[in-house]
C-alpha cells in the first residue's frame, strides 16, 4: 500500500502539547491523592486519639465543673435580696463578699478565653496532625524524587500512556495503588508513634501545664466551698434559726444551692485524684491493627474527577490520517479486484488464442486441399519439359496454402510464360481462372497473386483427403463450442463482477473515529520519534478497526474470487480442456494414420496439426496450465492418472505406465484433467 501523506512537524507540535497536558494531569493527580491520604489520616488520628484516650472528656470536665462553681456563686449572691440582708447583713454580705471574690478572681484568669483545656487538648492534637502531615509531605516528595515523573519511569510511562490514550480511571486505579504501596507501611508506622505521643501527651496530667492548674484549681476551690460551708453558711443558719421577726422567710433553699455544688464536686476531685496517679502509668500502644489502617487509608483516598486532557487538537490531527489508510487499503483492494478482472481477461485471451489456433487449424487444412487439387490439376496440364517451372509454382501454391501466404511475383509470371508459350493445356485455364491481382482501394497498386477460385476435386481423391475433411469439420465445431461457452463464461463472470459493489464494506464516521482513537493509543503505547512516525503509520494497517476494513474486503474479494476460479475452473476443465483433449485424441487415432502416407500435401498437413498441438500445449504453459505426460515406466499415479486400459506388457512391471492415450492438466498443482494411460498389469 501507499506512504501516507502528512505534516509531520505539525502532527509532531501537537503531540507535544499533549504529552505536556499529560505530565501536568499527572503531577495534579499524585497531589490529589496525597492531599486525600493527608486529610484521611489527620481526621482518623484526631477521631482515634480522642477514641483512646484515658482521659476521654474528664480534663475538659475539670474546667467545665469550675464553671458550674462559678455560677452557683453567681446565683446565691443574685438570690440573696434586701429583706436577708436587713435581717444579718454583716454575715450575708460577709458571705457575698467571698463567693464574689472567689468569682472575680476566675473571671479575671479566664478573660473570655473559652475552655483553656481544651484549647490545650486541641494544640497536642493540632501538633500530632501537623507531624503526620509533615510525614505525608516527606513522602509525597520522596516519591516523586524516584524518578516518577522522568520519561523513562516504567510506571509514569503507563499511566501517561492511558491518560493520553483516553482511559483516565484505568490510570488513576493504577496511581492509587502505586502510592498505597510505596507509602502505606511507612505512614502507617508514623501514625502509630505519633497517636502514642499524642496519647501519651493528653493522658499525662503532669504534663499538661492547663489541665493540672485548673485540676488543681477545681481541687482547691472544692475545699475552700468546704470551708465556707462549714463556718459561714452554718453561721448564717444559727442566726436565721434564732430570728423570731422573719420565720417566713426561709434561707435554706439558697444556701442548700452551695452545699449541692460542694457535693457534686467531689467525685469529681476524687476521680481527678485517681487519673492524676494513672497517668504515671505507660500506656499500650493504640489497639489499631494494619489492616484497619489500610482499609481506612485506602477507602479515604479517591480518584481525582475533574483532572482530564484535551486531545482534540491530536485527534483532529489523526483523523485524516486514519481516513487516508482506510482509502489506502480500499485502493489496495480495488487493485486486487482489478487483478481479478485481469485474470478473467487472460482467461478469456487464452481461450480465444485456442479458438484462433484451431480456426488456423481449420483454414490450413482446407488450404492443404486446395492446394493439392491445384497441384494435381496443374501437374496434369503441363508438359513435361516444363516440370522445373511447374515444380517452382507448385512449391510457391503449397506454401501460400500453408502458411495462409498470397502468391508471389515470381509464379505468377512463370504461369504468364506458360501460358504465352501454349506449353498449358486446356485444363490448366482452371489454374489460371484462380489467379487475380487485387489492388489497394486507396492507391490503385498491384498488390499481390492470390488463389481465390475453388478448383473440382481430381478423380484419385482417397481415403486420407476424407480424414483430413473430417478433421476440418471437427475443428469447426470445435470452434464453435468454445465460442458458445466462452461466451457463457464471460457473461457469467461480468454478472459476478457487476454484483461486486454490494458487498464492499463502507466507511462511517464511528468506524472513523474508532481508528483514530487506536491511532492515539497505540501511539501512545510505541510514542513514535519524528524519524519513526512514518514506519508507524504504516504498521498501523494492523490495528484492529483497519484490519477489520480489510478483512471485509478481503472476504469479498476472496468469495468472488473462488466463485470465479470455480467458473473458470469448470470452463477450462469441460470445455477447454476438453476440446484439446480431444483434439490429442484425434492426433492419436486419426492423425496417426495420415503419417504413413507419401502425398505431399498429407505430410504438411500432419505436420501442421502437430505444430498446431504444440502452439495449444504452449499456450496452456504459458498461462500457468501444467501438462501431465508421464513418461514410458513412470509408476501409476491415481491423483494425476487414470487407467484406460491395463494390460500385460512385455519389459513394464505392474503399474508401470506403458503409454499415454491423451495427456492431463493441473493448474497451481490442482488437476483439473487426469492423463489417460495404458497400465501394465
Not at 286 to 315: H, K
Not at 338 to 349: A, C
Request: aromatic share 6%; with cysteine.
Amino acid at each position: 500500500m501507499s506512504a501516507v501523506n502528512f505534516d509531520i512537524e505539525a502532527l509532531w507540535l501537537s503531540w507535544q502539547d499533549l504529552q505536556t497536558q499529560a505530565d501536568a494531569a499527572l503531577q495534579e493527580g499524585v497531589a490529589h491523592y496525597f492531599k486525600c491520604m493527608r486529610q484521611t489520616t489527620c481526621d482518623a488520628l484526631a477521631l482515634e486519639a480522642l477514641a483512646s484516650s484515658r482521659l476521654g472528656q474528664n480534663d475538659e470536665r475539670v474546667f467545665n465543673h469550675l464553671v458550674g462553681l462559678m455560677e452557683t456563686y453567681r446565683e446565691v449572691i443574685s438570690l440573696f435580696g434586701t429583706p436577708v440582708k436587713a435581717t444579718s447583713p454583716d454575715l450575708v454580705a460577709g458571705l457575698c463578699d467571698v463567693l464574689g471574690s472567689r468569682l472575680r478572681q476566675f473571671e479575671d484568669e479566664l478573660a473570655g478565653q473559652g475552655n483553656p483545656v481544651a484549647k490545650e487538648k486541641h494544640t497536642i492534637l493540632e501538633n500530632a496532625i501537623i507531624s503526620a502531615a509533615n510525614h505525608i509531605e516527606n513522602l509525597e516528595k520522596s516519591y516523586l524524587a524516584d524518578d516518577f515523573l522522568q520519561p523513562e519511569s516504567s510506571l509514569s510511562t503507563i499511566l501517561r500512556q492511558e491518560l493520553l490514550a483516553g482511559n483516565p480511571a484505568t490510570a488513576w486505579q493504577s496511581l492509587h495503588e502505586s502510592i498505597i504501596g510505596n507509602t502505606l507501611q511507612s505512614l502507617q508506622s508514623h501514625y502509630t508513634q505519633t497517636l502514642q505521643t499524642c496519647l501519651t501527651n493528653i493522658d499525662d496530667l503532669h504534663t499538661r501545664k492547663t489541665a493540672a492548674y485548673y485540676t488543681d484549681l477545681l481541687e482547691r476551690e472544692w475545699e475552700v466551698l468546704g470551708l465556707i460551708i462549714q463556718v459561714q453558711v452554718k453561721a448564717i443558719e444559727s442566726l436565721f434559726e434564732a430570728a423570731e421577726d422573719d420565720a417566713s422567710y426561709d434561707i435554706h433553699p439558697i444556701l442548700s444551692k452551695l452545699r449541692e455544688a460542694y457535693q457534686q464536686t467531689g467525685p469529681v476531685v476524687s476521680g481527678l485524684r485517681k487519673m492524676m496517679q494513672a497517668s504515671t502509668t505507660l500506656r499500650k500502644s493504640p489497639d489499631s491493627t494494619g489492616e484497619d489502617f489500610a482499609q481506612t487509608i485506602t477507602a479515604g483516598i479517591t480518584a481525582p474527577a475533574s483532572i482530564a486532557i484535551d486531545s482534540e487538537a491530536f485527534m483532529n490531527a489523526l483523523l485524516p490520517i486514519a481516513d487516508e489508510l482506510f482509502e489506502n487499503i480500499r485502493t489496495y483492494n480495488l487493485g486486487q479486484i482489478d487483478n481479478l478482472r485481469q485474470e478473467i481477461k487472460n482467461k478469456i485471451s487464452l481461450a480465444e488464442e485456442v479458438i484462433s489456433t484451431f480456426e488456423k487449424a481449420g483454414a490450413g487444412l482446407a488450404a492443404i486441399q486446395k492446394e493439392a487439387a491445384c497441384s494435381i490439376h496443374f501437374t496434369e496440364a503441363l508438359p513435361n519439359n516444363t516440370y522445373p517451372i511447374k515444380e517452382s509454382i507448385d512449391n510457391n501454391i503449397a506454401d501460400s496454402a500453408i502458411l495462409g501466404l498470397p502468391l508471389n511475383s515470381s509464379s505468377a509470371d512463370n504461369i504468364e510464360e506458360l501460358t504465352n508459350q501454349s506449353q498449358i493445356s486446356e485444363d490448366a485455364s482452371i489454374l489460371l481462372q484462380s489467379i487475380e491481382e487485387p489492388t489497394d482501394a486507396t492507391s490503385g497498386n498491384v498488390i499481390e497473386h492470390t488463389i481465390t477460385q475453388e478448383l473440382p476435386a481430381p478423380e484419385n481423391h482417397n481415403i486420407d483427403n476424407e480424414i483430413l475433411t473430417g478433421i476440418t469439420e471437427t475443428l469447426e465445431i470445435k470452434v464453435e463450442s468454445l465460442a458458445e461457452n466462452l461466451n457463457v463464461f464471460t457473461e457469467n463472470t461480468e454478472s459476478l463482477l457487476a454484483d461486486l459493489p454490494k458487498g464492499l464494506p463502507i466507511l462511517s464516521e464511528e468506524n472513523l473515529l474508532t481508528a483514530a482513537n487506536q491511532l492515539l493509543s497505540a501511539w501512545c503505547n510505541i510514542s513514535p520519534t519524528p524519524e519513526t512516525i512514518a514506519g508507524f503509520f504504516e504498521e498501523s494497517v494492523t490495528l484492529e478497526a483497519f484490519a477489520s476494513y480489510s478483512g471485509q474486503f478481503a472476504k469479498h474479494i476472496t468469495n468472488l474470487s473462488a466463485k470465479i476460479e470455480k467458473a473458470s475452473l469448470r470452463f477450462k476443465k469441460e470445455t477447454l480442456l476438453y476440446e484439446i483433449s480431444t483434439y490429442e485424441e484425434i492426433l492419436y487415432h486419426s492423425v496417426s494414420r495420415l503419417k504413413e502416407s507419401p502425398a505431399p500435401h498429407i505430410i504438411t498437413a500432419v505436420s501442421l496439426l502437430d505444430d498446431i498441438f504444440t502452439k495449444l500445449e504452449s499456450l496452456l504453459i504459458e498461462n500457468g496450465i501444467t501438462v501431465i505426460r508421464p513418461a514410458a515406466h513412470e509408476p501409476f499415479n491415481g491423483r494425476e492418472h487414470e487407467v484406460l486400459i491395463a494390460e500385460e506388457t512385455e519389459g513394464f512391471a505392474k503399474g508401470e505406465i506403458v503409454k499415454v492415450m491423451t495427456s492431463g492438466y493441473k493448474y497451481k498443482d490442482q488437476v483439473i484433467l487426469r492423463a489417460n494411460v495404458i497400465a501394465a498389469r
